[in-house]
C-alpha cells in the first residue's frame, strides 16, 4: 500500500524553524516528483516546493524563497522542507505528495500524505 506520512509540524515563534519530514512506504520516493503543498484557512491549497523526479529540480513560491529548502535522503526514503525565518503567513496545514510530472501543480500529483499543523505565532 502506498503511503506518505507527514511529520515535524508544530508551533513555532516568528523568526523560528521547523524541518518537515514527508517519509514514504509501499514505493520508493526516488522514483517521483515530490512536492509540498499547504491550506490556509478560508484559503486555496498553493504549491510551496517541488523537488523533480528526473533531475532533481526544485521550485519554490515566490513567498518562501531564500527561507524554505527542500531536499531528499534516497537512503530514508524520504524528503524534507526545512522551514527557516517563520512568518505568521506561512500558519498552514502541510501536505506531502507524489506524482510523475515535473511541476508544482497539484493536480499531477497522484499520491498525498494526511498533512502536518503548521502555526506561526508569538
Known amino acids: 500500500q502506498l503511503q506518505l506520512v507527514e511529520s515535524g509540524g508544530g508551533l513555532v515563534q516568528p523568526g523560528g524553524s521547523l524541518r518537515l519530514s514527508c517519509a514514504a512506504s509501499?514505493?520508493?520516493?526516488?522514483?517521483?516528483?515530490i512536492g509540498w503543498f499547504r491550506q490556509a484557512p478560508g484559503k486555496e491549497r498553493e504549491g510551496v516546493s517541488c523537488i523533480s523526479r528526473s533531475d532533481d529540480n526544485t521550485y519554490y513560491i515566490d513567498s518562501v524563497k531564500g527561507r524554505f529548502t527542500i531536499s531528499r535522503d534516497n537512503a530514508k526514503n524520504t524528503v524534507y522542507l526545512q522551514m527557516n525565518s517563520l512568518k505568521s503567513e506561512d500558519t498552514a496545514v502541510y501536505s506531502c505528495?507524489?506524482?510523475?510530472?515535473?511541476?508544482?501543480?497539484?493536480?499531477?500529483?497522484?499520491?498525498w500524505g494526511q498533512g502536518t499543523q503548521v502555526t506561526v505565532s508569538s
Open positions: 505528495a507524489a506524482g510523475y510530472e515535473s511541476s508544482c501543480t497539484i493536480a499531477n500529483y497522484d499520491y
Open positions: 509501499g514505493f520508493t520516493l526516488d522514483y517521483y516528483s
